[in-house]
Every structure is written in C-alpha cells, then in structure tokens.
C-alpha cells in the first residue's frame, strides 16, 4: 500500500471529519464516573454520532463490534465497551474513536481519570502521555522524518520515567482508517520516511507505567500490560502542511 498525500480540499475535509471526533470524544468524556459502565459511554458516542449524521469508523472493522474503545488501568487499547465493566473512583479510561464524514476519516483518542481522587502517580502518566504527543506534533513538517516523531516522544515518555509500548503504532489516515504509513512512537531522529505536504498522519502514543510489553486477551481484541501495570493513550489526526503540523482533531 502506497503514501496518499492529500490535496488541501481533502484536508479541509478531514478536519470537518476531526471536527466531529472531537466533539464526539467531549460528549463522551461528561459520562465518565464512578459508578458508569463503558457501556454507557458506548451508548452516549452512538447517540451523538447519530444526531451528527456521521458514521462510525471502528464498528464492523475487522469485526470490531463497538463505536469507541474503552480501555481501563492497565488496559493498553482496543478494549471494548461493557455493561459489566463498572468505573471505579480513581480508574484511568481510554477513550479512543473515529468516524467518516464525507468518505474521509478521523481519528483520537483521551484518557480521563475517573472521579477526583486519582493517584499521583497516574495522574503523571496521563500528562507525560498528553505530552509526549504534543511533543510527536511539534516534530511534525515538511522534511523531518518518522524517526523524528518517535524520538520526540520516546524522549518525553522515558525521561518521565515510563515505557512506550512496541506493538502497536500510529498510522496514515484518509479515505481509509489505516493507512501507510505506521508511526512507530519510538526511534531515531533523522531515520526513516521524509514527511511531505499532504500526508496525513495518526500519532498515538501509548506509554505503560511499567514495562513496555503488552499481550492480548482471549476476546482477541483488549490488549493489556502484561506486569499489570497502568497504560495510558492519547491521539490526534495530524495534516503535514508547509507552516507544519495542523491537528485536524481539535
Ligand atoms: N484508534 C485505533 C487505531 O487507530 C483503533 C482502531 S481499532 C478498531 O488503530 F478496530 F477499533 F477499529
Ligand atoms: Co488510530
């Protein structure tokens, strides 16, 4: 599968799409509490996507039966929404969707503490996650390279003392969820692909606060860490421009 560089009219296009993954990602984020099911905050995305006229990205994908991803504590990604699954006072949740809007696609993911009483220690990890993303979009512009990104947010993900995992990887986006090509979130600056105007891309980094590795459960899907240690996510649909990254999902 080839590069699909973007005209700025498909661009434009994508943030309406992004637009709407964000206000998706705010609605569902007012639903987390103790006490709130990941099923509910399934059910108020659903909602929501349906009053904005768009459709889901991630239901029917490879099977996937869900709108959102729901990933809870030491559940890395792809977690799915749950009746069963009850929020607790002081759980970490990932929140991860997309959708498509006008045969473009966006995509991001949040990870909210649950009630006010959340641990130092995770409440750390989810602001060196936030940061180390922030840290990939600054390493964003015409002619730095995917070595570039994962550096830059290795760098913020290890100097505060936490892991990113190997296994899965940021990706091209379009007129199709994955696209080439993968965004590792670790590497070396200077090595790999050039970035040009026009690409497309998803950095999402996802940093485990203990060791990087990470296995999937029997329901195929949920993918944990495999000490059990806590594991956070964030995500954003990024536009290579000449003035350099411009986040479409904000
Ligand atoms: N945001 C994730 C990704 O970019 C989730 C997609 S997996 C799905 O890969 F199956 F849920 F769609
Ligand atoms: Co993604």
Redesign the pocket.
């Known amino acids: 599968m080839a590069i699909v560089i973007k005209t700025p009219q498909e661009v434009e296009k994508m943030r309406r799409a992004g637009a709407v993954v964000r206000e998706v990602l705010e609605y569902v984020r007012g639903f987390v509490k103790p006490g709130a099911t990941t099923m509910d905050l399934e059910g108020a995305a659903v909602r929501k996507m349906e009053e904005l006229g768009v459709k889901p990205?991630?239901k029917g994908?490879?099977g996937?039966p869900c709108v959102l991803?729901t990933s809870v504590n030491s559940e890395v990604?792809?977690g799915i929404p749950s009746a069963k699954r009850v929020l607790r006072e002081g759980d970490i949740v990932s929140i991860?969707t997309?959708v498509v809007l006008d045969g473009y696609y966006g995509?991001s993911?949040i990870t909210v503490p649950v009630g006010e009483k959340i641990a130092p220690r995770a409440q750390r990890l989810l602001d060196v996650t936030r940061t180390s993303l922030e840290s990939g979009i600054q390493a964003v512009r015409p002619g730095a390279t995917l070595g570039d990104i994962g550096a830059a947010v290795q760098q913020v993900v290890e100097a505060g003392g936490f892991s990113v995992v190997r296994e899965?990887v940021?990706?091209g986006i379009g007129t199709s969820?994955?696209e080439d090509p993968q965004v590792p979130n670790f590497g070396r600056r200077g090595q790999g692909l050039k970035l040009r105007e026009g690409m497309v891309l998803?950095i999402?980094p996802m940093v485990n606060s203990g060791s990087p590795d990470v296995q999937v459960l029997e329901d195929g899907?949920t993918a944990v860490t495999q000490d059990g240690s806590l594991s956070a996510h964030f995500?954003h649909t990024v536009a290579v421009t000449s003035d350099g990254a411009v986040v479409l999902t904000e």
């Open positions: 990205a991630f994908y490879h996937y991803c990604v792809h991860d997309g995509d993911a899965f940021g990706h969820l994955h998803c999402e899907w995500e």
